[in-house]
């Protein structure tokens, strides 16, 4: 035995984030959309603030959604429930949020409460949606695909059954002021800043990863992790529902049809900014790049007038090269994986 | 029995049936009738010789059993004679013949099967469909033909005088069913040697008597099987010859007649007992845990014991005694079903290892990869993860800088090899990996550490210094629980050795009063 052995550093040389090489990817394909709009159409693609602004509102909201997805990936589950989350959360905020020039409000007397109230019950029912999640997960073996799967089907099926299928309009302008202007990308940094910090250097942190990792280690390092699970999946609950509110505010309506296909999306971000869904891997920076890769690439295809259609396949390419790089990536992590 | 082969099997099936048929052939040049020949058989892993040099003959129609201690190479031989391992050197002759090595379907092709102590059969499928997977008879359009599925598997059964219906589920087999159905599926590929490691390990007295009833047909048609056990009472009554190894190596082949059960034991454990503890007795201290009738069926039963201050309590048994559930149910991970556990004179009921971590209690896992590491993060990380429950937490965040120079000055301790803290775990060798996990308990402050195979698959060096630190732990008052299925370190650590069996406690020996020899003939049947 070495009699010599040193305290290891702390840190070794530099090494690059993990996020670099997404941030490339994000550049490129920005540079990408500059040279082919200057070939084709003679015009900058990102000297143009307009459309750099609409580009990250679009976007806002699936950042958002994204945020909380990201954590339950990093604990090996996945939230397919967050777009019927938004459609729910928005109508039932929407119908109290209604002002006094609704024609048939939801409840008459209940018109121009203060924001405070519909935000409230849209951050309550997102919170029961993601409570529904992490009780089917933690509490019965049904994986998190099935439970989400059934979650997502019922609370699209509530938004409808909630007014009947009729849109909610005519909100109040305090709550409509929530989608205007720049809000939804101050609510998203706001976000993906908090949980960035939440998830670097505290404890509930710590614990998600390891709970990701290897949920049986950490069981037995005396982690709750059912309890663990209850928390993640309700704040992801919480975040989908901020996005509901976001949605109707910006839309000054609540429809039932809202958010549809979010929860991929968001997924996609999650994924394309580094998160394994194998658990235990994924940072909320790594997201955010991922969510602008997606505006990137939609407005850029918009800016250059292609095709929906054509939209939709590349941006499918895009989420089966992450989850390959991802594959590498894990590989390289374990080398006995390979021989 | 040949006839049904012919028409069932082959020519139906349109099987590869070159190799058998040759070998037939060539039986006559054989000499001595030997059926199987390992020669020089020599295989090492990383840090570990675990076979050198070591040679058997099976003779045609008889029963050979390997026989060993936990780690003496018996499944390593038997899976390079089934193809499944590659040898570094040496050769394996079938009737005469040279196999080509590390080929598991050449090997099944040429005549051996090989019956895995765990079953590899599909829970939802027929026991037709899991006997012939793979070589399903066929009609037009690639359609199987159930039909005649059904019928060959019918007779195939028979045969055998295995009592199963081909079109019963496996998952709703007994142990012993699925034990028959692998057996039925070796035996379809018309196989001249059986290799079965350790079948009777889950199977009930009559079970094993249709086993060996079975094995009995078997060798009367001139088949030999090649046969590892643990059980020492079945030699006589099924081996015609008996090799032991230990520690990778070739040490004898007997009949089992002429050798007594003490003789046996000291052929398998062998090693002058000069491997003398490096601790004197530690001055008892109180009774820091005890338990009293914990039972968790079918895993043990009726497990008292007390673990004192200062103490190290080594748990020796066979694999499958039950020794590693006892301490996953100490530490609440698999909580017993009845039975009492007192911790410092105070009852206590560890229904999670999250109440055991605050009881101040620990586990170091006995498969590392599987429940210790968390692989996707680093050394620094996997430190501090069961500390994190208790301390270096403040309002939620974790103290960085506090929580950083704890794990630095513990890696340190431990003499962790990394380049730095912040390496993923996955790079470390197995021993360093052990050592961050024994650091990850350490930094709880436990006063009552379990330790499950502590140094499996590490090598010497990092061994002797956990070894070593378990010793001072003990010193420093932390009562010890150690599992191991190796008896020197059993021997070399504690100072009372608890032994079970078929998960009951068979015996608690002094330090002093132990040898190799006591713990086996407790521990074996």
């Keep these: 035995m070495q009699q010599t052995v040193t305290s290891p550093p702390v ?52 950042g958002i959604i994204a945020i909380g997805v990201t954590q339950v990936i990093i604990t090996g589950g996945i939230d397919l429930s967050s777009g019927s989350v ?31 109230v519909p935000v409230a019950a849209g951050l309550a029912v997102g919170a029961a949606a993601g409570l529904l999640n992490g009780s089917l997960i933690a509490r019965t073996s ?50 993906a800043l908090i949980f960035h910090i939440a998830l670097r250097y505290t404890r509930y942190g710590k614990f998600t990863y390891a709970i990701g990792s290897n949920p049986h280690a950490a069981r037995v390092s005396g982690i709750n992790v059912p309890r663990h699970l209850l928390a993640v999946y309700t704040i992801a609950g919480v975040l989908s529902g901020l996005a509901g509110i976001v949605t109707s505010a910006r839309a000054e309506s609540g429809q039932a049809g809202m958010g549809m296909m979010y929860e991929l999306d968001a997924i996609a971000a ?60 894990r590989r390289a992590r374990d080398p006995r994986a390979v021989s | ?27 006559a040049h054989v000499p001595a009738g030997y059926l199987l020949e390992v020669r020089h058989i020599s295989k090492s892993y990383p840090g570990v010789a675990a076979l050198e040099d070591v040679s058997v003959q099976v003779g045609k129609g008889t029963v050979h059993a390997l026989i060993g201690e936990n780690g003496a190479g018996k499944s390593t031989l038997m899976k390079i004679i089934a193809g499944i391992v590659t040898a570094d050197a040496g050769e394996v002759r079938l009737a005469g013949r040279t196999l080509t090595l590390g080929d598991p379907r050449r090997a099944l092709e040429s005549g051996i099967a090989m019956i895995h102590q765990e079953l590899n059969l599909m829970p939802s499928m027929t026991v037709a469909e899991n006997i012939w997977i793979g070589r399903e008879p066929l009609k037009a359009l690639g359609m199987i033909d159930h039909r005649e599925l059904h019928r060959r598997t019918h007779l195939l059964l028979e045969r055998l005088q295995i009592d199963l219906a081909p079109e019963a589920e496996v998952r709703s087999l007994s142990i012993a069913g699925r034990q028959m159905v692998e057996i039925a599926k070796a035996l379809s590929y018309e196989s001249q040697l059986l290799i079965m490691d350790e079948p009777t390990s889950a199977l009930g007295e009559h079970d094993t008597a249709h086993l060996f009833a079975i094995i009995r047909e078997l060798t ?51 090693r002058e007992l000069t491997q ?86 620990a586990l170091l896992t006995e498969d590392r990869k599987e429940t210790g590491c968390l692989l996707t993060l680093d050394v620094l990380e996997n430190l501090a993860i069961a500390a994190l429950n208790r301390d270096f937490v403040r309002f939620g965040f974790v103290r960085g800088p506090a929580v950083t120079q704890a794990c630095a000055d513990m890696s340190r301790r431990l003499r962790v090899k990394t380049p730095s803290l912040r390496e993923p775990i996955a790079y470390l060798s197995g021993g360093n990996q052990q050592k961050v996990l024994i650091g990850r308990w350490l930094l709880t402050g436990p006063r009552i550490l379990i330790l499950d195979e502590p140094t499996r698959g590490i090598d010497v060096g990092a061994k002797a210094e956990i070894h070593q630190l378990i010793a001072q732990l003990a010193a420093q008052g932390a009562a010890v629980l150690m599992v191991s299925s190796e008896l020197p370190e059993i021997l070399a650590v504690s100072h009372r050795i608890m032994v079970m069996q078929e998960g009951a406690v068979t015996g608690v020996l002094e330090r002093a009063h132990a040898d190799q020899e006591k713990i086996m003939a407790l521990a074996a049947h």
């Design chain 1, 86 to 116: 938004v459609a729910l959360t928005a109508m039932v905020a929407a119908s109290l949020a209604q002002s006094t020039d609704a024609v048939h409000p939801v409840y008459p007397s209940l018109i121009d409460l203060p924001v405070v």
């Design chain 1, 142 to 191: 049904i994986p998190p695909f099935i439970a989400t799967l059934g979650v997502m089907v019922s609370a699209r099926g509530l938004a409808k059954w909630y007014t009947r299928g009729q849109p909610v309009s005519l909100l109040t302008d305090a709550y409509a002021n929530i989608g205007s202007g720049a809000v939804p990308v101050v609510i998203f940094l706001a976000t």
């Design chain 2, 276 to 361: 003398a503890s490096p601790h004197g007795r530690a001055a008892p201290g109180a009774v820091r845990l005890a338990a009293r009738a914990l039972t968790l069926r079918p895993h043990f039963h009726d497990v008292s014991f007390e673990l004192h201050a200062g103490e190290i309590l080594g748990v020796a048994g066979l694999i499958g005694a039950g020794r590693s559930k006892l301490a996953e149910a100490l530490f609440g991970v698999t909580p017993a079903s009845s039975g009492h556990i007192w911790i410092d004179g105070a009852e206590v009921r560890v229904d999670s290892p999250g109440t055991a971590v605050a009881c101040g209690m």
């Design chain 2, 1 to 27: 029995m040949g006839a049904i082969r012919a028409r069932d099997t082959r020519d139906a099936l349109d099987l590869p049936r070159p190799a058998l048929t040759r070998m037939h052939l060539e039986a």
């Design chain 2, 220 to 270: 009367s048609q001139g088949k030999a099987v090649l046969y590892i056990t643990h059980r020492m009472d079945e030699l006589e009554e099924i081996a015609d010859e008996v090799t032991v190894l230990r520690d990778g190596r070739y040490i004898g082949t007997e009949r089992p007649g002429n050798l007594t059960r003490e003789q046996i034991i000291r052929m398998m454990v062998g």
């Design chain 1, 270 to 329: 999650a994924v394309i900014g580094g998160a394994s869904l194998a658990g235990g891997v994924g940072r909320i920076t790594g997201t955010v790049i991922g969510t602008l890769i997606l505006g990137v690439v939609t407005s850029g295809f918009t800016f250059l007038r292609v095709d929906a259609y054509y939209q939709e396949i590349v941006k499918g390419g895009i989420i089966v090269a992450a989850v390959i790089a991802d594959q590498y990536r």
């Design chain 1, 11 to 62: 840190r070794p040389e530099r090494r690059w984030p993990p996020e670099a090489s997404i941030l490339l990817v994000l550049l490129g394909l920005a540079l990408l959309f500059e040279l082919l709009g200057w070939m084709f159409l003679r015009q900058s693609f990102l000297l143009n603030e307009q459309r750099l602004v609409i580009m990250i509102l679009q976007v806002s909201v699936i």
